[in-house]
């Protein structure tokens, strides 16, 4: 687990709001770029003058002549040149962004208009909007040769035409980088809403929409939210239409894990042009915890429910991927379709793992899963 959030230690008197800043480790970096940066000293002073001087947790700032402004915790001294932060004056520290992993995801709201079972990121009613704000610096911060990047909430369309600034923006800075955002899609029900967003016209963005069963009134009790499903179908449906790419999400749980098999037959009738379905493990964090009961199953217990789904999807030629599950709980023919999928910075083994032959092909686990609960019928491979 790679920790993203931490307090500095402010060296000169109160914490000052740095906000959005990029994080340099090159002590003879251009004035041009150091003016702009935060270099982390691992005990030596930069020959360039950075905006701000933090110093490894490991280092005396006494031994580096003052000239530091803020000491990371330990935790932080993972920082690395081209990473982005964020600095506030109560001296909190967020990660937004790792330039070594394809695994960046930013988060726009807590706000949310669903309430699901298992919502990893429980929705809060307040003004996030700093995060709209910080987003749109960081944008801006981020290598135009990044890979992909993730957005992701609460539900990012909740900002209505400001989501759709934002995405403009990203579309400018970051043309060649593959964009995913997660979305309940209800937004796009609204026809001229997906017109805006298909006219941001970003040759690789796609929208991660969750439909949980092909029962309506499932699906919105899943999501605890009336007319739901309708409006989120009506969004696929719409975005289709415009040509947009569009992933179907299940995320598999005791609620639709015996409806499955019926869900992959809905889309693949009814919704066999989008573009990928992604069936997924549970991480056990959020509101999982507190609907424990309600919505685990050991994925051990559904494994031939799940290659079942697999052969529905596949054969109607549909682009299917089996996320967040353990190579020793699948059955052989869901091979073609499993992912490592865990994000690098919360991916995790058991114990159980120690000695397993293919512990480099799998996927492991959410570190909240090894923590909160996790199968009792792993079986490392032994050749
Ligand atoms: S035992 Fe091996 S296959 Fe099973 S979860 Fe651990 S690493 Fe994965």
Redesign the pocket.
Known sequence: MIPLHGKVIPLKGQGVDIGVIKISRDPNAHPVLAADCAFISNGQLPASKFKIVIAQSNVNPRDINGGVDLQLPFELDHLSEGDVVSIRSDNRLRVLFRKKSHQNSILLTERCNHYCLMCSQPPKDVDDSYLMAETKELIKLIPEDTIEIGFTGGEPTLYGDEFIALMQLVKNYLPNTAIHILSNGRAFSDIDFARKYAAIGHKDMMLGIPLYSDDPDQHNYIVQSENAFNETVKGILNLKSLNQLVEIRVVLHKQNITRLTKLCEFIARNLLFVDHVALMGLEIIGFTRANFDQLWIDPYDYKDILSEAVHILTSYGMNVSVYNS????VNADVLPCYRKSISDWKNE??P??VG?T??SE?G?FFASGIQHGYSKH????IS
């Open positions: 353990q190579l020793c709980l083994y058991a159980e793992c397993c293919k512990l799998c492991g792993l079986k490392p491979f």
